[in-house]
């Protein structure tokens, strides 16, 4: 079982970048698929999660009208593309998967990718 995340970057404030997450070993469809990401000395924070069949997201607060999740499950690829992106977006983000629609904490997600790293610049 496997997610491996890429797009990361480093941008400037205001730019857009695309996240992608690739999964494999698993039956995707089954799983639903979020995105948190992580900055030095913070705790794993929620940025949004999608249902299976991709009809409901949840987004934080913070990132809620700049954030899109979707998801492919011909692809078994869920991306999370970013606009307006602000210095303080600046984190490691990661994809991850739930077996169940239950919370947006951290600890509800089963499966981990690596992370990729996204910089934003003032």
């Known amino acids: 079982v496997q997610l491996v995340e890429s797009g990361g970057g480093l941008v400037q404030a205001g730019d857009s970048l695309r996240l992608s997450c690739a999964a494999s070993g698993l039956t995707f469809s089954a799983y639903v698929m979020g995105w948190f990401r992580q900055t030095p000395g913070k705790e794993r924070e929620f940025v949004a999660r999608?249902?299976?069949?991709?009809?409901?997201?949840t987004y934080a607060d913070s990132v809620k009208g700049r954030f899109t999740i979707s998801r492919d499950n011909a692809k078994n690829t869920v991306t999370l593309q970013m606009n307006n992106l602000k210095p303080e977006d600046t984190a490691v983000y990661y994809c991850a998967a739930d077996v169940a629609w239950t919370g947006t904490d951290s600890n509800e997600f089963d499966i981990w990718g690596q992370g990729t790293q996204v910089t934003v610049s003032s």
């Open positions: 999608i249902s299976r069949s991709g009809r409901t997201t």
